[in-house]
């Protein structure tokens, strides 16, 4: 089974940078739809950016200006790139994305990477 396996996350200080990935376990597979979501402690769950197949990109609120959603060359990755941090954007991330190959398509969430920012 094609699993979307999520890297980057970590500890930062505020103001700081990351850079999440999010890329499909197997070459076959190109990501269409792709969004990032978080999920903070007691809170719900929650559609940070999004991007669809043909590539028109969306952003909560919360994070315009600051976070950027972007594909790799490979067709098969994505990045979320997350700049001037907040103590606020401390969440389990994950990614959830449309998956095709030539004989299949998926809807397949990621297992999620935690982003803890600092005051």
């Known amino acids: 089974q094609v699993q979307l396996v999520e890297s980057g996350g970590g500890l930062v200080q505020a103001g700081g940078s990351l850079r999440l990935s999010c890329a499909a376990s197997?070459?076959?597979?190109?990501?269409?739809?792709i969004g990032w979501y978080r999920q903070a402690p007691g809170k719900q769950r929650e559609l940070v950016a999004a991007?669809?197949?043909?590539?028109?990109?969306n952003y909560a609120d919360s994070v315009k200006g600051r976070f950027v959603i972007s594909r790799g060359n490979a067709k098969n990755t994505v990045y979320l790139q997350m700049n001037s941090l907040k103590p606020e954007d401390t969440a389990v991330y994950y990614c959830?994305?449309?998956?095709?190959?030539?004989?299949?398509?998926?809807?397949?969430w990621g297992q999620g990477t935690q982003v803890t920012v600092s005051s």
């Open positions: 959830n994305g449309e998956l095709r190959s030539n004989y299949a398509l998926y809807d397949i």
């Open positions: 197997q070459s076959t597979f190109s990501i269409n739809r």
């Open positions: 991007s669809s197949s043909t590539g028109t990109t």
